[in-house]
């Protein structure tokens, strides 16, 4: 089993900045990669961005490249995503998922970005 919980999330203007972090616990010798999704009210969860334990290699929804950054310290089990020049359509749940060989998925309870204009 793995555990994801996710926090830095907040109230922020348009153009500010955060940090979410996913501290991952439980069984992670094996993980395969992490991602950041995200869901707004009405709306279907979406994918944000992706990075694989094993390297350094991300992938961007187009709507936040360029603006949010993917990252990870393996030692301590925690993905992070800076969060840049931020827009009102931000605004939504972000949750974190990790994916285990084997295609296990885990995802965390959520938290709260909320940007105003």
């Known amino acids: 089993q793995v555990q994801l919980v996710e926090s830095g999330g907040g109230l922020v203007q348009a153009g500010g900045s955060l940090r979410l972090s996913c501290a991952m616990s439980?069984?992670?010798?094996?993980?395969?990669?992490m991602s950041w999704f995200r869901q707004a009210p009405g709306e279907e969860r979406e994918f944000v961005a992706r990075?694989?334990?094993?390297?350094?290699?991300?992938v961007y929804n187009d709507l936040v490249k360029g603006r949010f950054t993917i990252s990870k310290d393996t030692a301590k089990g925690t993905v992070y995503l800076q969060m840049n020049s931020l827009k009102p359509e931000d605004t939504a749940v972000y949750y974190c998922?990790?994916?285990?060989?084997?295609?296990?998925?885990?995802w965390g309870q959520g938290t709260q970005v909320t940007v105003s204009s």
């Open positions: 998922n990790a994916i285990r060989l084997g295609a296990v998925e885990y």
């Open positions: 990075t694989w334990w094993s390297n350094d290699d991300t």
């Open positions: 439980g069984r992670l010798f094996d993980m395969y990669a």
